[in-house]
């Protein structure tokens, strides 16, 4: 895990937690660690943080493109720092030429992220690339770490997806408001043609 500065409390503590195999410093440290790096961090903060981490540690590595472009700064429900013609994955795989921007797993609740099961029956996640190998790479790894079913995972395509799933913020911060909880997911019906 890392954070800005390599003594993090929480990195710390999140390290000491998950055992031996854990472990925390600072974004360039986990980007030259991992094999493939999971981008959490606050929407608004996202490039800075990549910044951090080094083009050079992220090259030729999937970057799992979680965040959402969330403004706080107004207050309650946030607004989008980027919508409509770009997205902050977009503005990440630009920034990042040479990395492997997919974006995933950020329409629902990060608990049900790594546990779809929190919600009963079958209900879907999106993902977006450019890169077609990576995108069946972090399909595969998200039915094998997290338990999604592949038959719930849709690919829409480019990059330029990304605009779509984070627009979806905001209806999901309103739903969340208005059920008290975060656990929930959409399923999506439709009738064949």
């Not at 946030?78 to 030429?97: A, I, K």
């Not at 984070?166 to 969340?176: A, D, H, N, Q, T």
Request: proline fraction near 4%.
């Amino acid at each position: 895990m890392g954070s800005r500065i390599a003594n993090n409390d929480s990195a710390t503590k999140w390290a000491a937690k998950n055992g031996g195999t854990a472990s925390q410093g600072t974004f360039a440290d986990a980007a030259a660690f991992g094999e493939i790096a999971f981008n959490c961090t606050n929407g608004a903060n996202s490039l800075e943080a990549l910044r951090q981490a080094g083009s050079a540690n992220l090259r030729g590595k999937i970057l799992i493109e979680i965040s959402n472009p969330l403004d706080i700064s107004m207050g309650m429900p946030p607004t989008l720092t980027v919508c409509n013609n770009d997205s902050l994955g977009e503005q990440v795989q630009r920034e990042f030429p040479e990395t492997l921007v997919v974006k995933a797993l950020n329409t629902v609740n990060c608990a049900i992220m790594v546990q779809p099961s929190l919600v009963p029956g079958d209900h879907q996640i999106f993902v977006c690339g450019n890169d077609e190998a990576s995108k069946a790479k972090v399909i595969r790894h998200i039915v094998e770490w997290f338990g999604w079913k592949t038959e719930n995972i849709i690919d829409l395509g480019d990059i330029s997806a990304a605009r779509a799933t984070e627009m979806w913020m905001p209806i999901w911060l309103r739903l969340y408001g208005k059920l008290g909880t975060a656990m929930f997911n959409l399923r999506l019906i439709t009738t064949k043609r």
